[in-house]
């Protein structure tokens, strides 16, 4: 079982900055993949960015490249969301969450959200 707690949500405006965090309870070494994604209201969820454990490949959607930086802490169990210039069509309900065992996995843990809202 593992665990993974959100932090770093919060109230912007354009083009400001916040640094989303997911700590994970277990070691990261079981861990083969985190994923942040974002739900709107009345959207689906989406999947923003992504990052291995080990390698550290990255994944961005389109609308975040250049945006946005995920990165990881090993000795924190902890993986990073750095969002800059962010902007209205950012705001929604930010999920992190991780695949064990592989690439083919699904994404089976999720922290419970923080929320990004981005006023104009």
């Known amino acids: 079982q593992v665990q993974l707690v959100e932090s770093g949500g919060g109230l912007v405006q354009a083009g400001d900055s916040l640094r989303l965090s997911c700590a994970a309870s277990?070691?990261?070494?079981?861990?083969?993949?985190t994923g942040w994604f974002r739900q709107a209201p009345g959207k689906e969820r989406e999947f923003v960015a992504s990052?291995?454990?080990?390698?550290?490949?990255?994944s961005y959607r389109q609308s975040v490249k250049g945006r946005f930086t995920i990165s990881r802490d090993n000795a924190k169990n902890t993986v990073y969301l750095q969002m800059n210039s962010l902007s209205p069509e950012d705001t929604a309900v930010y999920y992190c969450?991780?695949?064990?065992?592989?690439?083919?996995?699904?994404?089976?843990?999720w922290g419970q959200g923080t929320q990004v809202t981005v006023s104009s």
């Open positions: 969450a991780v695949q064990i065992g592989g690439p083919n996995t699904d994404y089976g843990y």
């Open positions: 277990e070691r990261t070494f079981i861990i083969y993949r």
């Open positions: 990052t291995t454990w080990s390698g550290g490949v990255t």
